[in-house]
């Protein structure tokens, strides 16, 4: 495979690699894994909040619990200065990421859209805490909001499936009905329309980020209807749209699906996963978490999409994407960088 591939892999953020200390104190939460190395070891304490995905749910939740292992470990910081609480709803956002806060954790991650309220009224009643959000924007100073740009990163998956479907029929599969999801559908909406007039997008909405079997239905529902290729983003949910790829390629059925957040390739096989539209959701938390060690924190917003390489597609993707297609998934990618290509993010528009 010629060079066109290094050009498509998503980069690892720029992250420098001093290492620093800062005051700790004992151990709260679940407990992280993996040794710490030799040397002394700084005692920040870093908490995560995940949301009802799980840290299992192969997608955010567990990229950004990869993200703070990887710190643990490249950090030398004790292995149980790396934890998290799980939340299996609503009811769990506030009192987990105030388990956290109350005893003087460094940082607390709130992981995922539907905690930005949560986030902020824990950071407005206590202002001396510091906090971060991965895919909501919370205005508070003592709180550093991380965005992607998962229009820009989906319109290429979006060139992907225009140009490889048989049938000119593609499903998308989202989990709930809000604005970070929406921008998944707009931007690969409007890849596969750029790459392939012809072709028609049918999406649906499950209405949930931890329901196998429901992604599994919607699966069943676009795959009978004539769609051969499934792009989700519905967490957890979306492991049931592989199930149901992988019943009808044992059945003889050229059906793909195209992962989300991670390389799910590496989880649910390359027989099935066309390629994966990444987030870099570990590479932004291990950087902010490590600025707070470095006593760096800031605050604020920071969004990230293809011209910062937090968004893209694997390299895996050469398993099964021919170099014709790379080839034209990163022309659209240098006119979206270059902004001769602005992709919505809304499906309306």
């Not at 495979?1 to 939460?29: I, R």
């Not at 906090?131 to 909501?136: R, T």
């Not at 649910?268 to 490590?290: H, I, N, P, Q, W």
Request: with cysteine; charged share 25%; proline share 4%.
């Amino acid at each position: 495979m010629k060079k066109v591939l290094s050009v498509l892999s998503v980069a690892t953020l720029s992250l420098s690699l001093l290492l620093a200390g800062c005051g700790g104190a004992t151990n709260q939460g679940q407990q992280g894994q993996g040794g710490a190395a030799g040397g002394q070891a700084p005692t920040a304490r870093i908490g995560m909040v995940t949301d009802v995905g799980g840290v299992n749910d192969n997608s955010f939740n567990q990229s950004a619990w990869e993200g703070l292992q990887k710190l643990q470990q490249d950090m030398n910081l004790p292995k149980e200065n790396v934890n998290y609480l799980q939340s299996t709803g609503d009811a769990d956002y506030i009192p987990n990421l105030t388990q956290f806060v109350k005893d003087k954790w460094d940082l607390t991650w709130g992981i995922g859209f539907l905690m930005g309220d949560h986030v902020k009224k824990v950071a407005q009643e206590n202002p001396d805490a510091k906090l971060a959000i991965i895919d909501a924007v919370v205005e508070a100073p003592n709180v550093e909001s991380v965005v992607f740009k998962e229009h820009e990163g989906s319109f290429l998956v979006g060139v992907v499936a225009a140009k490889m479907t048989k049938t000119n029929k593609i499903g998308f599969v989202g989990g709930m009905d809000i604005p970070v999801i929406k921008r998944f559908e707009a931007g690969f909406i409007a890849g596969v329309k750029a790459a392939n007039p012809n072709a028609q997008v049918i999406p649906i909405y499950t209405g949930a980020f931890d329901k196998p079997d429901l992604g599994k239905s919607a699966a069943s529902q676009l795959f009978g209807q004539g769609a051969d290729i499934v792009f989700h983003a519905s967490g957890s949910t979306g492991d049931g749209v592989f199930n149901e790829a992988k019943d009808r390629k044992s059945k003889g059925e050229n059906v793909w699906v195209i992962g989300v957040d991670k390389d799910q390739s590496i989880t649910f096989g390359d027989d099935v996963t066309l390629t994966s539209m990444m987030k870099r959701v570990d590479e932004a938390v291990y950087r902010v978490s490590k600025d707070v060690i470095e006593g760096k924190f800031k605050g604020g917003v920071v969004a990230l999409g293809l011209a910062e390489n937090g968004v893209g597609l694997p390299e895996t993707s050469k398993k099964n994407v021919p170099e014709d297609v790379l080839k034209a998934v990163e022309e659209y990618k240098q006119k979206i960088i270059s902004g001769e290509i602005k992709v919505p993010e809304t499906p309306e528009k």
